[in-house]
């Protein structure tokens, strides 16, 4: 693969090219705080009861298969900068109709959580001031945000950038008080040594699998940052400096934190699921008003996210439309931003939150299901075009990327048979078969739709 800033050769051909208003401040802070995400904070909760302390081991092999992952994305967005990133080289790779797939699944995917974390956030403000409609609250974040993402690129940058300064200085001090209680030397605590870790796996090899479930969606995200680098001063510099430092940001955000949560408060502390494994935790310190700040954290994590989803949403889409799988009325870029798109992946987003209200047992469960394990779908698709680029470039003789895959083929075959395995694992679990059936139907009708549209394209 060529160590250049080749697109794909149908986005080069066609539209206004975005603006390259990111810097490598921002580019560097998205990929430090993408990792940091709500699911962390609250959701991580769920898997701790499920898991008791081998949660750790659960967050260990889930990050490691996302490590290998974000490695081989890391190789394709190195070699072939892109603002619709795996879609594009899944193009490349397999074919349009892969790129199709894999691009409107994630396009779905980033709209839903969109509507999803500004109900969220809404609960959480309206929680605060008692009486103010939660969808007010709801409707304005969706405002600010479609405004910030509507105006030039800097603008998103400077929010993530600020936002996930917040969420690293709290994890950050979090970890230090932890680790300071642990080791005893925490001012007015007591150490529980290991006395919370005497049984590893209370719930048996089950609660392990579950624990792992748990931890793999809670990784979500951080494939932003290879949507981001395209649009920098930098590309291959942003890919290769935000891959780089994959390894050491899960395992001391993720692997670490849970490490700390679970030394500090027993598995099957009620509080750890009703208010969070962080206040947990804080409140065993005895951290004054420690429910309250964890509060404005995961409001951070919310608000952050739904500004980062919706960037990502509108440059897939924009994407997909250059690249000839979508309307060529979103096309149009104004200012150097897919507004349109921006508008578009908004709307949808908004539609989520009405759902929510208006059918939330049926229509939006449905929909929630069905963007389940989509991003399964997107490590899929990105294992299966790292491994045929890689083959080809070797064959072609062409200078290696700024990023290589480790110790090729053999890493790669094992990330898609750890996703094949996760995949099997979610069909064996009540709580889980429902959305892996749901998302596979939905990647199913999409293959279909982008296999017709190539074959149509072709005998024009």
């Keep these: 693969m060529p160590s250049t800033t080749t697109q794909a050769p149908q986005e080069q051909q066609q539209g206004v090219p975005l603006s390259s208003g990111l810097k490598q401040r921002h580019l560097s802070m998205i990929a430090l705080g993408g990792v940091i995400g709500a699911g962390l904070f609250v959701g991580s909760g769920a898997g701790i009861a499920a898991a008791g302390p081998s949660i750790v081991v659960a967050y260990t092999l889930s990050g490691l ?21 795996f879609s594009a080289h899944a193009e490349r790779a397999i074919g349009p109709w892969a790129g199709f797939t894999v691009g409107w699944s994630f396009w779905v995917m980033q709209c839903t959580v969109v509507g999803l974390e500004g109900i969220g956030a809404g ?41 996930a300064a917040l969420k690293v200085a709290a994890i950050c001090a979090f970890l230090l008080l932890g680790v300071l209680a642990i080791a005893g030397v925490l001012p007015g605590t007591h150490s529980p040594g290991t006395s919370n870790l005497t049984d590893l796996l209370p719930n048996g090899s089950q609660g392990l699998v579950l624990g792992l479930l748990a931890s793999v969606f809670a990784y979500g995200g951080l494939e932003t940052v290879t949507i981001a680098a395209a649009e920098s001063e930098d590309p291959v510099r942003g890919v290769a400096s935000a891959v780089r430092t994959t390894m050491w940001r899960i395992a001391l955000f993720y692997i670490g934190s849970m490490a700390v949560v679970v030394t500090l408060v ?4 009620k509080e750890v699921v009703e208010r969070g494994p962080y206040v947990a935790a804080l409140d065993t310190l005895g951290i004054p008003g420690a429910g309250r700040v964890m509060d404005v954290v995961v409001l951070a994590a919310l608000l952050s996210a739904m500004n980062a989803n919706i960037y990502g949403s509108s440059r897939m889409l924009h994407s997909l439309v250059q690249r000839g799988l979508g309307p060529k009325v979103l096309a149009k870029v104004s200012g150097g931003v897919p507004r349109i798109a921006v508008l578009v992946s908004s709307v949808f987003g908004f539609g989520c939150v009405l759902l929510s209200y208006w059918r939330p047992d049926d229509v939006f469960m449905w929909l929630l299901n069905m963007i389940g394990a989509v991003i399964l779908v997107v490590w899929i698709f990105v294992g299966v075009s790292q491994l045929l680029l890689r083959r080809r470039a070797e064959r072609a003789g062409e200078a290696p990327p700024a990023v290589r895959m480790w110790a090729f083929p053999w890493l790669t075959w094992a990330a898609l048979l750890g996703m094949v395995v996760i995949l099997v694992l979610m069909a064996e679990q009540p709580d889980t078969r429902v959305q892996l059936y749901s998302t596979g139907g939905l990647t199913l009708a999409l293959a279909a739709a982008g296999y017709v549209r190539q074959r149509a394209r072709a005998r024009r």
């Excluded at 298969?65 to 990133?85: F, H, I, K, Q």
């Design 65 to 85: 298969l996302v490590l290998l992952v974000m490695r081989m994305l890391g190789e394709l967005s190195s070699a072939y900068p892109s603002s619709g990133s």
């Design 123 to 163: 609960k959480i403000v309206s929680g605060w001031l008692p009486g103010t409609p939660q969808w007010a609250w709801v409707a304005l974040f969706m405002l600010i945000f479609c405004g910030a993402n509507l105006t030039a690129v800097k603008n998103f940058g400077e929010f993530e950038f600020w936002f």
């Design 266 to 269: 027993p598995w099957d502390s």
